[in-house]
């Protein structure tokens, strides 16, 4: 069994700052990659930012500048700091992530956290 747990969410004022966390547990061989979604009301799911194993990351156009994607390789931990927090940025945040689960596997598995609510007030 592989599980995802966010934590770090929360209530915060426009131009503050949040920190999320992505804690991956289980059967663990190797993580290709691992990437930050958000969804809100009435919207599709988004990618947020991603960071593939070599170091790589990618960001959503709404967030560059303001938000820093890491991992933490030692501790199957991500994380993504988000600065200059707009009202717009309000969502789910969903942690999402490609592995291998044991040396075997011939393909990597796709797994999804159960999300954390992120609210910036005005």
Do not use: H
């Given at each position: ?84 927090l707009k009202p717009e940025d309000t ?30 007030s005005s």
């Amino acid at each position: 069994q592989v599980q995802l747990v966010e934590s770090g969410g929360g209530l915060v004022q426009a131009g503050g700052s949040l920190r999320l966390s992505c804690a991956a547990s289980g059967s663990i061989f190797s993580i290709n990659a691992m990437g930050w979604y958000r969804q809100a009301p009435g919207k599709q799911r988004e990618l947020v930012a991603r960071i593939i194993s070599g170091g790589s990351t990618n960001y959503a156009d709404s967030v560059k500048g303001r938000f820093t994607i890491s991992r933490d390789n030692a501790k199957n931990t991500m994380y993504l700091q988000m600065n200059s927090l707009k009202p717009e940025d309000t969502a789910v945040y969903y942690c999402n992530a490609d592995l291998k689960r044991y040396y075997s596997d011939f393909r990597a598995y796709n797994y999804w956290g159960q999300g954390t609510q992120v609210t910036v007030s005005s």
